[in-house]
């Protein structure tokens, strides 16, 4: 059965460093996301991304957050300059069109910022 | 005010019995979509059951359920006969229609799953 993949499955970094988390969604999937999730807290929404553009973004998705398909199976979640704050599993989900259809989560990126 | 609003913190349930995961919702939207997703200890998210606002079903998959009550906007889990492999977080989620260009999807708090022997 197909599934979203994602490396690394632990990152751990110095404040102030980039960090680049990847993924690879299903294959004949058309929109992917970025969802992160702080340590005993919910899930939550940062960015959407079809046809190469974002069409969504939450509030915690600021300047120093970015995304990039740059091939036609990787999706990647770039952190410019990380912050303690940013430690949180990132998962990567993806579904097959817009609308309510289930989307489906990698298995997430447990980022470490220190 | 929360969109998604679950509860129950924490559950336990005999292993073998039914098990009933409460989720209430707020949208003005006609048309949405409610989802469970399972998170167990190792931190994925498994997609569970999917309930469109305009199916007159409720969703079935095996042993899940789900107890859609439009008008009172609650879309509870039920587990029929638990197995100890069920104890994990449960999240409930929403995919409202309007303005969501981007297919976001708001989650709840979660509810933590605890299977007795």
């Known amino acids: 059965e197909p599934e979203v993949t994602q490396t690394p499955s632990h990152q751990v970094t110095q404040m102030g460093q980039e960090v680049i988390l990847r993924c690879v969604p299903i294959?004949?999937?058309?929109?992917f996301y970025w969802y992160r999730q702080i340590l005993g807290q919910k899930v939550e929404f940062l960015v959407s991304f079809y046809n190469n553009e974002i069409s969504e973004k939450s509030e915690i998705f600021d300047d120093q957050f970015s995304v990039e398909r740059p091939d036609g199976s990787n999706f990647t979640l770039k952190i410019r300059s990380t912050k303690l704050e940013d430690s949180a599993m990132y998962f990567c989900?993806?579904?097959?069109?817009?609308?309510?259809?289930?989307?489906?989560f990698g298995p997430g990126t447990r980022l470490t910022v220190l | 005010a929360q969109k998604i609003t679950q509860t129950q913190p924490g559950m336990f349930v005999q292993e073998k019995e039914a098990v009933t995961l409460d989720c209430t919702y707020d949208?003005?939207?006609?048309?949405?979509?409610l989802f469970w997703y399972k998170q167990p200890s190792s931190g994925e998210m498994i997609f569970l059951i999917y309930?469109?606002?305009?199916?007159?079903q409720n969703a079935t998959e095996g042993r899940y359920s789900l107890n859609f009550q439009k008008a009172r906007k609650s879309a509870n889990l039920v587990i029929s006969a638990s197995q100890l492999g069920d104890s994990a977080m449960y999240f409930c989620?929403?995919?409202?229609?309007?303005?969501?260009?981007?297919?976001?999807?708001?989650f709840g708090g979660g509810t933590r799953l605890m299977v007795k022997p």
């Open positions: 989620a929403m995919r409202e229609g309007r303005n969501n260009a981007g297919n976001m999807l708001t």
């Open positions: 949208t003005s939207d006609q048309s949405y979509g």
């Open positions: 309930q469109g606002s305009y199916d007159e």
């Open positions: 294959s004949n999937h058309l929109y």
């Open positions: 989900a993806s579904s097959r069109r817009l609308g309510p259809v289930e989307q489906f």
